[in-house]
């Protein structure tokens, strides 16, 4: 299984605005995907030739639900704090449906993201990794290479490397992974206590897997906003 891909192809008509380089001249390089077009129309992110790379911004995702604060980290991931507080800025997550919910006994994740509701979806542009390096190893792995992403850990969704767009999934409970990922925040303690009782309420039965699909309780992000 293809882990937490956040493919982007031909989801729906929009690209960033008309006019804007295909790349970004900032240290991000957030480049446009023009076979991948967005699911949502919006324009590339700032890319200032010095990103920002201390602080903690807070967003919260108003789900229908309940709330989902998030801390994020510009330390660890400056290029993916930016393009998400753009996105935010551009509403680009509001009235969007959390696609995907894992029930693995080493993976419990919810992904969001994809206006698209189909988890092909972007925004029209990728960029590159700013994967981590502070990740515990897994106890007793004979391969040595997966990590332990802790509960309460916030993510980018991908489908390869350097394919960073729009999706990220939420921890709900320890999860071994590969370090493959970029990890740019944190939940709060009362987005986990939301994320809880989704995954309580399981996942909708599908005739390929029994845990992995979509959540039995729809998660809609109504909006996200930036708090501080």
């Known amino acids: 299984m293809t882990v937490l891909g956040g493919g982007v192809a031909q989801a729906s008509p929009g690209t960033p605005d008309a006019g804007t380089p295909d790349t970004t001249r900032g240290p991000c390089a957030y480049t446009v ?53 753009h996105l935010v800025r551009k509403k680009f997550y509001d009235d969007t449906t959390c696609h995907r919910l894992t029930a693995y006994p080493t993976l419990k994740v919810l992904q969001c993201g994809d206006p698209a509701n189909t ?12 994967l981590p390096t502070d990740l515990a190893p897994v106890p007793n792995d004979p391969t040595g290479l997966r990590r332990v992403y802790p509960r309460g850990t916030l993510a980018m969704a991908n489908a390869g490397p350097d394919t960073n767009g729009s999706q990220f999934f939420l921890v709900t409970s320890d999860s071994v992974l590969r370090p493959n990922y970029t990890v740019f925040g944190r939940i709060t303690p009362a987005g986990l206590a939301t994320l ?9 039965p599908n005739p390929d897997s029994e845990v992995d699909g979509r959540p039995a309780l729809t998660t809609d992000i109504e909006r996200a906003k930036r708090t501080r």
């Open 119 to 130: 988890g092909e979806g972007g925004p029209g542009y990728r960029y590159g990794d700013e």
């Open 196 to 204: 809880d009782e989704v995954a309580a309420g399981g996942i909708v």
């Open 33 to 85: 995907t023009p076979d991948e077009p967005a699911a949502r129309p919006v324009p590339l992110p700032p890319d200032p030739r010095h990103t920002p790379d201390r602080g903690h911004p807070e967003v919260l995702l108003q789900t229908n639900q309940g709330p989902v604060p998030l801390v994020l980290d510009r330390a660890k991931a400056p290029c993916t704090v930016q393009s998400f507080l």
